[in-house]
């Protein structure tokens, strides 16, 4: 799936009306499912707590605080990106900062062309990150699999007295001959010795 195909969820966090409206105008409207503005860090939060947003825009300061911890606190979720728009005078400070923590940063004033960029660029770290969250889930769930194997493989040799070899071929067996996964089939071999 291309860029071009993705869709968004998309949340302005701005006590700015105008900066909120502008943003709005700028983005291509197919290519967002949703954008959602609120005024502070407060309703922000609240929000986020209910709602996953692929993209955070966040026009600082907001009325209670700067916006750049819940930027950190955004980018410190796997799968959301988030750009922090920041006066001139403190962009290279704030850059500094928080670029490390995953944080993109872009200065006041903000042309269209360079609005456009950093959406794009935003869009394609999140397909980055979507695209890494996968593989990571796929390798957790690999590596829960091979550990209830390697148990019930152990609980094979151990209790039945079978070699390591013939206790691997058995479970991979089982699973083959029973349409089960080696993990169903070793979750049994588990059960039954537990009793």
Known sequence: MSL????YKLLIISSSDGFSKAVKATLPKLRFQEIVTVTGETAARRLLSDYHFDLVIIHSPLPEDTGIRLAVDLC????????????????????????????????RPLPRNILLQAVDDMC??????G????????LESKMKEIRIVNRAKWILIDQEG???????RFIEK??????????EIAEEIISKHNQ
Do not use: C, F, N, W
């Open 4 to 7: 071009q195909e993705h869709v």
């Open 124 to 129: 394609a770290y999140s397909e980055r990150l």
């Open 131 to 138: 695209r890494l969250a996968k593989t990571s889930t796929s």
């Open 76 to 107: 410190s979720d796997k799968t959301t990106t988030a750009l922090l728009v920041v006066a001139s005078d403190l962009y290279h400070g704030i850059y500094r900062e928080v670029s490390p923590r995953g944080v993109m940063v872009a200065s």
């Open 162 to 168: 079978m070699p390591e070899q013939e206790a691997h």
């Open 174 to 183: 089982s699973a083959m001959d029973t349409g089960k996964t080696k993990s």
